[in-house]
C-alpha cells in the first residue's frame, strides 16, 4: 500500500468541538488554549463561529478570541460565517480565512441554516466573493454528504450539485462532511471515486465524525484514493447542534497516534497537542472521548 509522506490535519476543536458544550469555556481559557495549539505545529486552526449568539452560545465571544489569540506566523485562523453580519464581524477581527458552510440534504440545511438550499447559494456566493475581495482565504463545508438525521440516505447527484456550485463561487478548498457518523470504507471509497473525477485531491478535505467508532477506518481509504487533508478535533470534541446523536470529531490524538505509526509526517507534536488536551479536558470538567488522550493520560497519571 502506497501511503503519502505528509497530511495536513485543520484542528476544529476550538469551533466544532466547543459549539456543542453545555460548559461555557470563558474566553481566557479559550484563548489560552488556541495559543496552545498555535505552537504545536498545526498550521490550520478553526478557532470560533460568527453565529448569531443566541444560537450558539458557547462560541459568543468570537470576537474577543479572534482578537486577542496570540497569532504565529505561518497558521491560518479560521472562522465560520454564516451571513452578511458574520462576515462582517469576522473581517473587523482579521480572521485569515472565511468559512461558508449548508448541507446536502434539504432538511438539515432548512434545520442549520433555516433556508432551502436553492436559497442558500445566493447568500453564499456573496459571502464569498466579499471575502476574496477582502483579501482573505474562502473554505467551504458540505454536510451530511454520507448521510442525514432526518433524511437518511442522501443522493450522491445533490452532493456533485452542492459541490460543484461551491467551487464556481471560489472556494479554494472544500471539506466533505460525515455528520453524524454513519459513513463506512467502502462508502467513502464509492463517494471518492465519483468526486475525484470532478474535483483535484487536493481540493478536498475530509471531515468525519466518530459516532460509530468508523471515522480512522475512513480515513485510512481516504488516505488510499489521496485525500491529504482532514479535519479533526482535539480530544474528539464536537458534535452538531442539529444533527441529533452526533458525536465528536475523529480526535487530532488519535489521527496522529495512527499516522505516526504508520510514518506520515503532519508537522504536529504530541507532547503539546497531548498538553492542550489535559487543559481542556480540565476546562470541561469530563472525560475526551480519545482512545489515544485516554491511554496516554493513563499512563502519566493525569486527571480531570
Not at 145 to 166: H, K, M, N, Q
Not at 242 to 248: L, N
Not at 273 to 300: V, W
Request: proline share 5%.
Amino acid at each position: 500500500m502506497k501511503w503519502p509522506a505528509n497530511i495536513t490535519i485543520k484542528e476544529v476543536g476550538p469551533r466544532d468541538g466547543l459549539q456543542n458544550e453545555k460548559v461555557f469555556i470563558s474566553t481566557e481559557d479559550k484563548i489560552t488554549w488556541i495559543n496552545q495549539l498555535s505552537t504545536s505545529g498545526l498550521k490550520h486552526i478553526e478557532i470560533t463561529s460568527f453565529v448569531n449568539p443566541k444560537w450558539i452560545p458557547a462560541l459568543s465571544d468570537a470576537v474577543a478570541v479572534s482578537t486577542y489569540i496570540t497569532r504565529q506566523p505561518g497558521v491560518t485562523y479560521t472562522a465560520l460565517v454564516p451571513n452578511q453580519q458574520g462576515l462582517e464581524r469576522a473581517l473587523k477581527a482579521d480572521i485569515d480565512e472565511a468559512a461558508v458552510f449548508m448541507s446536502a440534504s434539504e432538511t438539515h440545511n432548512l434545520k442549520n441554516i433555516n433556508k432551502s438550499i436553492g436559497d442558500t447559494f445566493p447568500i453564499i456566493r456573496d459571502l464569498v466573493q466579499k471575502t476574496l475581495a477582502a483579501g482573505k482565504l474562502s473554505r467551504g463545508y458540505v454536510s451530511t454528504v454520507f448521510g442525514c438525521p432526518y433524511e437518511g440516505d442522501v443522493d450522491l447527484d445533490a452532493v456533485i450539485r452542492v459541490s460543484e456550485t461551491l467551487f464556481e463561487m471560489g472556494i479554494g478548498e472544500l471539506s466533505l462532511g460525515d455528520t453524524i457518523g454513519v459513513a463506512n470504507p467502502k462508502q467513502v471509497q464509492e463517494v471518492l471515486e465519483v468526486l475525484l473525477k470532478r474535483f483535484p485531491a487536493d481540493k478536498l478535505a475530509m471531515h468525519f465524525h466518530d459516532t460509530r467508532g468508523t471515522a480512522l477506518a475512513n480515513i485510512l481509504v481516504s488516505l488510499e484514493m489521496g485525500i491529504t487533508t482532514f479535519d479533526s478535533s482535539i480530544g474528539g470534541l464536537g458534535g452538531c447542534p442539529y444533527a441529533p446523536g452526533a458525536a465528536g470529531n475523529v480526535a487530532t490524538d488519535d489521527l496522529l497516534y495512527m499516522l505516526g505509526g504508520m510514518g506520515i509526517h503532519t508537522g504536529v507534536d504530541p507532547k503539546k497537542i497531548l498538553a492542550a488536551s489535559t487543559y481542556i479536558q480540565g476546562k470541561i470538567g469530563k472525560p475526551l472521548p480519545s482512545k489515544s488522550f485516554q491511554a496516554q493520560s493513563a499512563q502519566s497519571g493525569c486527571k480531570i
